[in-house]
């Protein structure tokens, strides 16, 4: 099977790797780029958890190949906190509201969170249940993850 | 797998039309990638159309309908004010499939071209009147939406045969079209069964309809007896109920985990009205 090799933008730096084409961008994100914070669920497109943003646009990675990316911008859950470590106050408001339990729907929640806020500031709750509907969650239920990021949202446009 | 990146319509149709072994076009993905991870398909040749030009356009029409480009997404056409009002429908329907991660990817045309009875915007594509333009390696020509969809998973694209844009008509003054669907949950679910109408009014009486039903026969269908139930009507409590009587008699579903005949064949009726209703109200300026 012959790889092709791709390049691409992950979190504003050039990346490159060699893809088998079956591989999907998760899988990419995950084996060739170290960046595991991407979680597979399902595989299948059903849970979100592999949430990323491709050129601004929400997706599920499991459900884009790795050489679909050749030339896109890609961000994920590693590029969410600042470089110097500090955290996106999604991420805080998760933690405060303890939205979270093992953590493993959470990278594609804030990401997911994070896109809505970029094209909604001010979501209604029902807003925020309906975007997120695609992101499943095994532990915490969904009440504190949806006030943690209408939280968020309002901090936001405080601090904006 | 070989993965192919064609530069035009006329380039993807050659490749396509060489291959020997098992052919998928790649658009938004969300059915082929799906496909590929149950091992249920694993083409020999995926290509994908995305950087054709053109493809990512939703353009007016000098006859003032719409072109909708093959890799346009969900999430895009939702995002397109104009078309929208033209052809709300269309946009509702489209945007009822997956989650906001699905509407990133999924187009128009996938949906379409995967063939499922269940398929949400088909049936809003049939009642609009929706066209697409073909190209295969007999050349070029265009076909009604209805026709696509042959049986479950199947359609009318011979080998090498591919969609290029699908065509919205001119939306016209005292136009309303709607689609609704049920399911058992209020997102991410398969509809049980979907209707679509189309109609268009002079003063309060409709002039035109087109109704089509999803889920409830092999394929996505008009059902153009409903639409006649309605036309020459203001919509009175007669017509609904004529509505709602044909639309039942035209459902031929099956039982599934997802529903029996019998229900499906009732809700049938409750959408057609109900949808019905909505596309009249919208064509009033009364909903939006
Ligand atoms: C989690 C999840 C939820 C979903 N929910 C729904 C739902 O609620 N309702 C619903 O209807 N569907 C749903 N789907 C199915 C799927 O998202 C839709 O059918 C979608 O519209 C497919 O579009 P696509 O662009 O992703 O197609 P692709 O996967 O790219 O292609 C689908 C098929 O169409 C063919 N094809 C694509 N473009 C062309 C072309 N230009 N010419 C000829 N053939 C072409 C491909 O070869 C392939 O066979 C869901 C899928 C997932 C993963
Ligand atoms: S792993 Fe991609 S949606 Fe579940
Ligand atoms: S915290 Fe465990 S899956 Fe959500």
Redesign the pocket.
């Known amino acids: 099977m012959s790889k092709i090799h791709v390049t691409a933008t992950v979190n504003g730096d050039s990346v490159e790797f060699l893809a088998d084409p079956r591989e999907t961008l998760l899988d990419a994100l995950r084996d060739h780029l170290g960046l595991i914070g991407s979680k597979e669920g399902c595989g299948?497109?059903?849970c979100g958890a592999c949430s990323v943003l491709l050129d601004g646009r929400l997706v599920?990675a499991c459900?884009v190949l790795g050489v679909e990316a050749e030339g896109h911008e890609i961000e994920t859950i590693e590029g969410m906190a600042g470089p110097d470590g500090t955290l996106h106050p999604l991420q805080r408001k998760f933690i405060e509201h303890a939205a979270l339990q093992c953590g493993f729907c959470t990278p594609g929640f804030l990401v997911a969170s994070k896109a809505l806020l970029a094209k909604t500031p001010d979501p209604t709750e029902e807003e925020v249940r309906y975007w997120l509907a695609?992101n499943l969650c095994r532990c915490t239920g969904y009440d504190k993850i949806i006030r943690a990021v209408m939280d968020a949202a309002a901090e936001m446009r405080g601090a904006a | 797998m070989h993965y192919h990146t064609p530069a035009s319509f006329e380039e993807a149709v050659r490749i396509a039309a060489s291959a020997g072994g098992v052919?998928?076009?790649?658009?938004?993905?969300?059915?082929?990638?799906?496909?590929l991870r149950a091992g249920a398909?694993t083409?020999d040749d995926l290509?994908d159309?995305k950087h054709i030009p053109g493809?990512h356009d939703i353009a007016a029409t000098p006859q003032g309908g719409w072109r909708i480009g093959?890799?346009v997404?969900?999430a895009e056409l939702g995002e397109h004010a104009a078309l929208k009002r033209d052809w709300p429908g269309v946009v509702e329907a489209?945007e009822?499939?997956?989650?906001t991660?699905?509407q990133g990817?999924?187009?128009?045309?996938?949906?379409?071209?995967?063939?499922?009875p269940?398929?949400?915007?088909?049936p809003a594509l049939v009642a609009a009147g929706a066209r697409?333009a073909?190209t295969g390696p007999q050349g070029s020509r265009e076909m009604a939406v209805e026709q696509v969809p042959t049986g479950p998973g199947k359609?009318a694209?011979g080998p090498g045969?591919?969609?290029?844009a699908i065509t919205l008509p001119p939306r016209g003054a005292g136009g309303g079209d709607a689609y609704q669907?049920f399911?058992p949950r209020t997102e991410?679910?398969?509809?049980v069964v979907g209707c679509a109408v189309n109609l268009t009014l002079e003063g309060d009486v409709i002039t035109q309809a087109r109704v089509a039903l999803g889920a409830v026969a092999p394929t996505v269908m008009l059902v153009p007896e409903a639409a006649e139930a309605i036309i020459s009507t203001t919509l009175d409590s007669d017509a609904l109920e004529a509505l709602v009587k044909v639309a039942r008699s035209a459902a031929r579903p099956i039982s599934d985990k997802r529903g029996t005949a019998e229900f499906r064949t009732d809700i049938a009726g409750v959408l057609a009205r109900r949808v019905a209703e909505l596309a009249y109200a919208r064509a009033k300026g009364r909903a939006k």
């Open positions: 299948t497109g059903d599920s459900l695609g | 052919t998928r076009f790649l658009a938004g993905g969300t059915d082929v990638l799906v496909q398909v083409p290509i159309l493809v093959v890799a997404s969900g489209m009822l499939v997956g989650s991660q699905v990817r999924a187009t128009l045309t996938g949906n379409l071209c995967n063939g499922s269940a398929a949400d915007s088909v697409v073909v359609t694209l045969d591919l969609i290029t669907r399911i991410m679910d398969i509809a």
